[in-house]
């Protein structure tokens, strides 16, 4: 097999694509879909700071080594979320990261902010270990950009991630989730972050291609409460029809995007309010963080 | 030959002199679900792998929601 741009042998098939790559061309390739997501969404400027949120796998470090080469002003931000030897390790790549480019990484632990880990929580709520997960994240996230007074926050979903949240949200007609589907979502309040995605446009084996050729030292174990996921159950499911019919996931989340997202956009605004506890953003009077907080501190004590 | 499989890391031993889309389909991995890596190269479905060659099928699926992935 050879590389479609320069003939040499490939080292990646991109059968979405109908082309296959060798390595230099691939890492072009790669770096031109994040240019393309950036521009089109104008996620961010070289101005601004960016609060990039690192796990140590392969997507969010492969999304902080391109931006860094690309010359953004970055900071990365490692939520601790206290999954025993996972999170131990997961850290540590980050840290190893972050020190090798001399770029500055944030630490914040789950167990300082919530008042347990992830297991704890997980045991605490009887809900799936992602949902308390999910919750922190999102929240500790545009906690910590708004304190270091950065606008944007880049995560690292891929096509994959984005495909299958969909798919999600679309077996279970969650029609208020779907125009918040978005590679890029906008400031709609003065106390949230602008959210972006930029590496929407790559599957997640084009993310650990990357990651792989530009000798990134990731965490390959899953996470352990990963297993069972119902993200995971949709990503099989949509990768059988990927192998049946290349481009399947590409044309389901870029179809989605481009034709259906805005017929379900509502006109009617969401009213937003300051959390009365930590003056975050909420649609209540007290945010799900700060009683997923409670919650915790009921139990635990 | 050997292929080192991940999540749980395990090893297996199969026949080699033969193509990479192959020992996947033996193996009952689809293509798109794993990076193929034999010493400090990736290689391609349609290459061909011989008896004494070690590679490693690395799984590229991550999972949970809602974070940085």
Redesign the interface.
């Given at each position: 097999?050879k590389c479609r741009k320069c003939g040499e042998p490939?080292?990646?098939?991109l059968?979405r694509h109908n082309a296959?790559f060798c390595?230099p061309d691939f890492l072009e390739f790669f770096r031109n879909q994040v240019r393309e997501a950036i521009r089109k969404h104008r996620m961010f400027t070289r101005d601004e700071l960016v609060l990039v949120?690192?796990?140590g796998?392969?997507?969010?470090l492969a999304l902080w080594d391109v931006l860094i080469d690309e010359g953004y002003r970055t900071t990365g931000?490692y939520?601790d979320l206290g999954i025993f030897e996972y999170s131990v390790e997961s850290k540590a790549k980050c840290e190893k990261f972050a020190a090798a480019r001399g770029v500055p990484l944030l630490v914040t632990a789950v167990r300082d902010e919530v008042g347990a880990p992830v297991p704890v929580i997980q045991d605490v709520t009887r809900r799936p270990p992602?949902s308390g997960?999910?919750?922190s994240?999102?929240y500790l996230?545009n906690r910590v950009a708004l304190e270091h007074e950065m606008p944007v926050v880049a995560?690292?979903?891929?096509l994959?991630?984005e495909a299958a949240?969909l798919f999600g949200s679309v077996m279970h007609w969650q029609t208020d989730a779907l125009p918040r589907q978005s590679p890029a979502l906008p400031s709609t309040h003065p106390k949230l972050v602008r959210r972006v995605k930029p590496?929407y446009r790559l599957?997640?084996?084009e993310?650990?291609?990357f990651a792989?050729?530009r000798k990134i030292d990731y965490i390959?174990?899953?996470?352990p409460?990963?297993?069972g996921?119902t993200?995971?159950a949709h990503?099989?499911i949509l990768?059988?029809m990927?192998?049946a019919s290349p481009g399947a996931k590409h044309n389901f989340l870029f179809g989605f995007l481009d034709r259906a997202r805005p017929a379900f956009e509502r006109a009617e605004a969401v009213t937003l309010n300051e959390c009365v506890r930590c003056g975050q953003v909420t649609t209540g009077t007290i945010c799900a963080f700060c009683k997923l907080a409670d919650q915790v501190k009921r139990r635990v004590s | 030959m050997r292929v080192i499989l991940r999540n749980p890391r395990r090893e297996v031993d199969v026949a080699g002199n033969r193509r990479v889309k192959d020992i996947l389909r033996e193996l009952d991995i689809m293509p798109e679900t794993v990076l193929v890596i034999c010493g400090d190269d990736l290689i391609t479905a349609d290459q061909v792998v011989r008896e004494g060659d070690t590679i490693e099928l690395r799984p590229v699926m991550s999972g949970g929601r809602a974070g940085p992935a």
């Open positions: 097999m490939a080292v990646l098939e059968r296959a390595a949120a690192v796990s796998g392969k997507d969010s931000l939520l992602c997960c999910g919750l994240k999102r996230m995560t690292g979903h891929n994959d991630d949240t590496l599957s997640e084996r993310t650990a291609a792989f050729l390959v174990e899953e996470c409460f990963a297993k996921a993200s995971i990503k099989e990768s059988r990927e192998d | -």
